[in-house]
């Protein structure tokens, strides 16, 4: 904070610690609190305490007041916390009695703040900003917080017990070592009562989360659960063992208890469990409780566990896995014997899109596996059976082209996988792209494009792309009703058209080419004309040549360069990026090994300003939305750096008419500014108003055309990337217009708000 700032907190600490004034919203208080953090993390909280005397008046004052709202009094908490997260600062704090007064809730002027989560989420989080130093673990262990802590491992409130459990680790974390004996300095007689002290909070932890392993009550499993798994992933291995004794038992009598709601975070200790040294000791039981986990409960538990399973970097039974996921998804969409479906198993199975959507995650897993490979034909058939199938769900289906994907990625080309593409996959997904549902048009030709870029330079995936009447699936779905189709179908020509080995006609290219200039010129729809703009610019990246878009850049940068959204206009630059870095760099009158010539630079620049690239880098510098300005400055400022490097004279040759275009009366405007000298029009003052630009632009002594070199001088292109990097964070979001803002809030009526930050 700077000064004033600092002159603004005695103010602000006034009316904050004022009952009788309109407390603040917690955004704003949120956001004084991360200044404070940026103050402390600068200096300690001693030193801000001494040189801000107002920061402990309003701890006083709030302690002592017998009327406090609780936002303002569980922000006192949090900036205690904060302050006196360094000793020093710590020190202060206790010798002045504030600690004890607001974390040792007995003492709380106030009754019934405890009741509200406001307040008790404050109290953890002062806490939690507090612990970070021994004396501060000292304070905490003596004083018996950690009753109140355990307690609120079963609050009400899911962010609470959540933050509880994360403190808890942190404790346990933190006084290890001394529990463990590792403090060289625990001979003494004040670090051995500490030492003591450290041990009974410890074991009262792991105490309390095996009493809850234990429990009954759902409610109070499952913050063990997870408190168990935050240890298991955050602390050190001494503790990880000492704790899996503790707990090791009731974790066996859970494995077997039918819960769905107790499935995912016993999976997620397991697999916390798995990533240690604990997988590898056979006392720790940690794969046999996976088998029990797995074999143990119902259909839909089971494929949890077994998606978990997979996460792990080391899974067993991969075959066994997968064969099981293949018959689960076989029964779901009805395909099993009718004897066991006929014994009443597995009828409610069927359609039930949860268990197939989640099968086939499971079943794209396995393809991470070496072992997997002896799944590819069943794993092919099972997903072609979903996607054959009338009754699958468009969700369904997305997860069935994603699963297809995974696997295309592992199988080496065959003949037998390609008359898979060519007669049974691409027969399903011409049905598809003319499904009555958008989203499965949507996601078929998403997969597609996908399929398409996966399998690039895949000779027989080509032909039988090109050969099967795809290509002209593809165009009739640029005629889409929906805007999310249409752009997935521009996506998928574009990654059609791009494939290799095969002889591209110039027909098709001309043919796709217009097809996409008439959505970027008439579609009503961004969307679509984004998507057209990505594939130019594509195509314009590898080295193949497309004649017919050479021929109709001209045309995509007018038409993108004056589009309304602000996207098309970035994407329309991005093509332009691509064009210039071709253009500059690759001169054909360079010898390889030297930079290019000046006549090739000269040739280059003068292509790109035939083709209106230049136009719209100087149209889009001036565009209203700031990243089109943003992204415009970026492409001028490289175009400056690279005349610089390989210009070897004024740069004069090349020159704009910019009377032709719009933003030519800002070039000249910023032009007048810095030469006012040379036109008596032009008077003395630090500005040029635009009434005298129209009388430069009538005088006889003005240049109608301007060089390339004078524009990107001119315009000063450093001071405005950086104003452009600005926001207007950097003045509202700023701590003094936060104190002002709360400063005028308070003395006003409850319908004023505080700005949004």
Known sequence: MDSECLSLLPSVCEVLADSKLLPPDDTSLEKLLDWFKDLTSQDDGQSLLQHQPCLLQFLYSVMESEVVDPIIFSFSLKLAGLLAAEESGFCLLQEKGVLVSMFVPDGWHVLGLWKNASVRCGWLQGLWNMLQHPPAMDFFCRNGIITLVLNLQNDESLFITSLTNQILAHILNCSMP????????????????????????????????????????????????????????????????????????????????????????MMAVLQAAARTPLYIQPECRVEALM?????????????????????????????????AVISLLRICIGHYPSTILQVGNFPHLIGCCKIQRCGLDVLGSLTVYEESMDLIQEAFAIILQYMQSPDSHATVLKKAHQAALKWFSICSPSTDLWRFV????????????????????????????????????????????????????????????????????????????????????????????????????????????????KVFTSWLKIPQTFAALDQSLSSVF??????????????????????????????????????????????????????????????????????????????????????????????????????????????????????PEQSDCVSNDDEVSYEQIDIVKCD?????????????????????????????????????????????VAHQSEDNVVDCY
């Open 178 to 265: 001394r529990v463990l004996g590792n403090d060289t300095d625990s001979t003494a007689e004040g670090q051995a009562l500490v030492s003591s002290d450290w041990v009974s909070v410890t074991t009262e932890i792991m105490s309390h989360m095996s009493r809850s392993l234990a429990s009954e009550d759902q409610a109070v499993i499952l913050p063990g659960l997870r408190l168990l798994a935050i240890v298991l992933t955050q602390c050190g291995d001494p503790l990880k063992r000492l704790l899996w004794k503790h707990v090791l038992e009731p974790l066996e009598v859970l494995a077997i208890r039918k819960g769905d709601s107790l499935t995912p975070p």
């Open 291 to 323: 088998n029990v986990m797995l074999y143990s409960r119902n259909t839909n538990e089971s494929v949890l566990c077994a998606a978990s399973i997979l996460l792990l970097e080391k899974c067993v039974s991969i075959r066994l896995i997968g064969s």
């Open 422 to 533: 060519s007669n049974d996959l691409f027969s399903v997904l011409k049905k598809h792209v003319c499904d009555g549902r958008w989203e499965v048009r949507d996601s078929t030709l998403e997969f597609i494009a996908q399929l398409t870029s996966a399998l690039k330079g895949n000779s027989e995936y080509t032909e039988a792309l090109h050969t099967n009447g795809m290509i002209s699936v593809l165009f009739t779905a640029l005629s889409d009703v929906e805007a999310y189709v249409q752009a997935s179908a521009v996506a998928a020509l574009g990654e059609a058209l791009t494939t290799t080995n095969l002889p591209l006609c110039t027909s098709l290219q001309e043919e796709i080419v217009s097809h996409l200039l008439t959505v970027l010129a008439q579609d009503a729809e961004s969307f679509p004309r984004r998507a057209a703009l």
């Open 558 to 675: 007018s038409l993108g360069g004056n589009d309304c959204d602000w996207e098309v206009k970035i994407h329309t630059l991005e093509l332009a990026d691509v064009l210039m870095e071709k253009s500059l760099s690759h001169c054909p009158y360079a010898v390889q090994g030297y930079e290019p010539s000046e006549r090739c630079t000269e040739q280059a620049l003068n292509k790109l300003m035939d083709l209106g690239t230049l136009g719209l880098l100087f149209k889009c510098l001036f565009d209203c939305d700031r990243p089109v300005s943003q992204k415009a400055c970026a492409l001028l400022l490289k175009l400056r750096a690279f005349m610089k490097q390989t210009s070897h004279t004024d740069g004069n040759d090349l020159a704009l008419e910019i009377c032709r275009y719009n933003w030519g009366e800002e070039i000249l405007h910023r032009y007048c500014s810095k030469r």
């Open 700 to 744: 006889p002594c003005w240049p109608k055309e301007i060089s390339l070199c004078k524009i990107l001088d001119v315009l000063d292109l450093d001071e405005m990337q950086h104003t452009l990097s600005l926001s207007s964070d950097h003045v509202i979001n700023s701590p003094r217009s936060l104190m002002e803002d709360i400063l005028f």
